[in-house]
């Protein structure tokens, strides 16, 4: 059994770095969590394919979001990660995301030492508008099959609040 809420920290928010645990590969219909009572990942369904995750998917070990999970990671990179892979990534944005009227934040981040962009991307700005494009429309309408209208993006904020946002979840998970 692997605890990664025991094994890693958040990570080192005054640097900006957080540790982050991948669940879904970029490109990937299979949803996948991790089940923290038996530390394994598990698929939770196949979605369709108009549905593939645009960004790999992850969780901060140690934290608790409001929807009752991990909080939540879009990972940028350039290719697709492993499910299970723990990197140190650099906090560069959150979005701010609502799920069945729960708060579901999503933390945006990169590789700590991505080699092949010579570290070129520090900001939400540095992905573009299409990139923020493709995430708010996958995220309004990847539920749209099954429960539609469930699900509203409401913006984006940057590093400060993103750790404001992962302090709250830290705080959560000691208090569970």
């Known amino acids: 059994m692997t605890d990664y ?43 369709p394919a108009i549905f593939a995750k645009p960004s790999n998917y992850g969780f901060i070990p140690a934290t608790l979001d409001e929807d009752g999970d991990e909080l939540d990671t879009l990972i940028v990179s350039p290719v697709p ?19 069945d009227g729960e708060m579901d934040h999503k933390v945006i981040c990169v590789p700590a030492d991505d080699r092949d962009s010579d570290n070129k991307i520090n900001s939400l700005d ?7 494009q493709k995430i708010e429309y996958h995220f309004t309408t990847y539920k749209d099959l099954k429960k539609p209208g469930t699900t509203k993006v409401l913006g984006y904020g940057g590093p400060d609040e993103a750790i404001a946002v992962i302090n709250d979840c830290i705080e959560r998970f000691a208090q569970k």
Request: no cysteine; glycine share 8%.
């Open 5 to 47: 809420n025991t094994l890693y920290t958040p990570g080192d928010l005054d640097k900006k770095l957080i540790n982050t645990v991948v669940e879904i590969s970029e490109g990937s219909i299979l949803k996948v969590e991790y089940n923290r009572e038996k530390g394994t990942f598990e698929l939770d369904r196949v979605e």
């Open 81 to 99: 990660m492993p499910v299970g892979i723990v990197l140190e990534a650099r906090i560069i944005g959150v979005l701010n995301f609502e799920d």
């Open 126 to 132: 540095d992905l573009g508008e299409r990139w923020k």
